[in-house]
């Protein structure tokens, strides 16, 4: 780990307004919303763009010379001053062995703006202390504050915060320099979702969308795609009538029949419909929606879960992943609705791969990023 070669991954930091207080935040598309970084961390993260490893970095931050900051922050506010630079209207690029401030340079009364950039590259490579000093003197607002206050850190609370920005995607492998390890594989760990070692990924999100509408469920329900076993696996205690319908006549289906066939029940007959996993493999899931529609009670509901990385499965036909945006569109018909999101970049991985459930933590699991989503779930009500 002290040796191995790191990089920040590529990361726009920028001047916000955050209860009228101004910080240096991330700008990049971050599931974790712009997180501040204190001084420590910044200074880390400008090490590791220079030095790469854990050992060089703190060699270096130990050659500190405390006095540069000042210095630093001075040529900063200057650069800034002569060049106009507008506080709120800046941003820096850092990405290996760059470091970079750009920013909106007003021209002709007001009436013109461009780009200009400051290449603090080789300040930051001699000193380390850039992106500190930004923070303290500019957004802060403390510019007069003579010494600034620079963090002692000792190697193991470098570490540590290394290890934090590691986790949080800020810094990742040097290029080249990845280890797949198990991942570097022609085929997946297990082609069955996981079956063979344990449960798939998607069950674990089933499972926590059940929990959550389990006091909404109620009356008549049908479910397309399930079966009875299945059913009583949810524990829906206030449903009083449930029918599980499939194309495939089974001892555990009790009505064989198509979810685009409108005359399969009466308007307004039953009060929810389930849908687990089934949108995905209609080719028409519109007209499957409007049927679903015919059918409710007013206010009743559907309750739908649809994967978001998950291998093809062909059963009979895979056509779609709905993404969370597009599945809220589907039902944008009806009075209301409401997804929930599961995953996260691990997961989807370990969905992808056939890796189960019990081998990942709790924590890995329950992660939710946006970004990376395993499974889509959603509410509508009629």
Known sequence: MLDKSYQPSYQHFKSIEVNRKKQLHFSSEFYTLNPHLNAAEFIVFELILHHKTIKKAHNAFQRFDFNDGKKIGE????????FNVNKNDWWIEASTDKLILHYIRKLALNRMENIQHLDFTAISEKTGMVLFTIDKFLMTEIADEKNPDVPIITRDEFEQIFNKLVEDGIIGPEKMKIAWGDLRRKYPICPFYGMTRG???????????????????TGKAIEFGGTRSEFSQYQF?????YLAVDIIETPEVDIVGNIFDKSLFKNNSCDSII????LEHLDNPDKAIDNMNHWLKPGGKIFCMVPNAQRVHFYPKDYWRFMPDGLAELFKKFKKTHCFVYGNLTSTIASLMGISVEELSTRELDECNPYYPVATCLIAQK
């Open 75 to 82: 040529l900063i506010k200057s650069n800034i001053e002569i």
């Open 199 to 217: 449960t798939p990924i998607d069950r674990y999100y089933l499972q926590k969308f059940i929990r959550k509408i389990k006091k909404e469920v």
């Open 237 to 241: 205690s206030l449903v009083n009538e």
């Open 275 to 278: 849908i687990f996993n089934v």
